[in-house]
């Protein structure tokens, strides 16, 4: 089942609970909000086939950019925000984002 099927027989349950702040995201939230981003990622000039790397403290937002770059065809990688600079620097060139 796709998530566009999950959200509209159930919108208002909860997606994910982020466990540090408590915070809900529901499927709807989930659906409205990655396809808000995969329609920022076509505005941007991202076509099918780019690559984007995510780097993010725990947050929220992190599913919904997966799930938008899915969506647009963009491969993403995520990089821990522990890493050094010279760390981001390498995977970032390495992956092509």
């Known amino acids: 089942m796709h998530l566009s099927q999950i959200a509209s027989q159930n919108p208002n349950k909860p997606a994910y609970i982020m466990a540090g702040s408590g915070q809900t995201v529901t499927?709807?939230?989930?659906?409205?909000?990655?396809?808000?981003?995969?329609?920022?990622?076509?505005?941007?000039g991202l076509m099918r086939g780019d690559h984007i790397a995510i780097l993010l403290e725990?947050?929220?937002?992190?599913?919904?950019?997966?799930?938008?770059?899915?969506?647009?065809?963009?491969?993403?990688?995520?990089?821990?925000?522990?890493?050094?600079?010279?760390?981001?620097?390498?995977?970032?060139?390495?992956c092509g984002a």
Do not use: K
Not at 27 to 44: H, I
């Open 58 to 94: 725990n947050h929220a937002l992190f599913l919904q950019i997966c799930v938008a770059a899915q969506r647009a065809g963009i491969y993403y990688t995520a990089i821990s925000y522990r890493l050094q600079s010279d760390e981001v620097e390498y995977i970032v060139n390495d």
């Open 27 to 44: 499927y709807e939230g989930l659906e409205a909000g990655s396809n808000q981003l995969a329609q920022l990622f076509r505005s941007l």
